[in-house]
């Protein structure tokens, strides 16, 4: 059972548009974690957002979590070609610190 | 500080053999896990440590085994290699909270 629904799975754009990436579940999670991850490297955390509602905002990049904790998205202003990777998130339920990931959104930006 | 790092690279195994993959952090963090990467999958959850001295299965353990030698060190087992084990491996570790710090990943192939 895939918890957490990553959408969409690939997407490939023009340096200087916008996009939204989404990422839903029908559970409900204390905290959710957005991560972007590059070809041959580690996952890194960008942000993380625990309150229903919450939006964060790192440069171009703004998150969000929805009002009953069960969804999140991350939208990108003005995307660069420096914006590709793997955007994951995933979710933590409970405090055993386990995460569940989604499968990830791949993000092309063409310059 | 090189936070978390593992060994090998990269691997090529025999259907059979067997081999550890490595893993260390400099952090201090109390929680350590083993991830496997797949395409199209996401990140699954193979064993996780909760602190040092106590480790629990994860999604998909079959297969391996873990060793959580030290606080620093979590070391993950292949008793008998198997082609569907070829993946992309993150260790990762958390100081006690949703964030996790992952490793540049092992790349395994089995022939």
């Known amino acids: 059972t895939q918890l957490l629904e990553q959408s969409p799975q690939f997407l490939s754009i023009q340096e200087g548009e916008n996009l939204t990436v989404y990422c839903n579940s029908s559970s409900v999670f204390s905290s959710l974690q957005w991560y972007r991850q590059e070809p041959g490297e580690g996952p890194v955390l960008l942000v993380t957002?625990?309150?229903?509602?919450e939006v964060k905002k790192l440069k171009r990049l703004t998150f969000q979590f929805g009002d009953a904790r069960k969804d999140s998205s991350l939208h990108i202003t003005a995307a660069q070609p420096g914006d590709t990777g793997l955007y994951l998130c995933a979710g933590a339920r409970g405090s055993n610190y386990k995460l569940t990931f989604g499968k990830g959104t791949l993000l092309t930006v063409n310059p | 500080n090189a936070g978390v790092t593992q060994t090998p690279k990269f691997q090529v195994l025999k259907t059979g053999q067997s081999m550890t993959l490595q893993c260390a952090q400099d952090m201090n963090h109390n929680s350590m896990y083993w991830y496997r990467q797949d395409p199209g999958m996401g990140l699954r959850l193979i064993y996780y440590?909760?602190?040092?001295?106590?480790?629990d299965k994860g999604e998909v353990p079959n297969g391996y085994n873990v060793s959580r030698l030290n606080k620093r060190e979590f070391s993950l087992r292949l008793e008998s290699a198997a082609p569907s084990q070829t993946s992309v491996y993150f260790c990762a570790s958390s100081p006690a909270t949703d964030t996790q710090y992952f490793g540049p990943g092992t790349r395994l192939t089995v022939l």
């Open positions: 957002v625990v309150t229903g509602g």
């Open positions: 440590s909760a602190s040092e001295g106590t480790t």
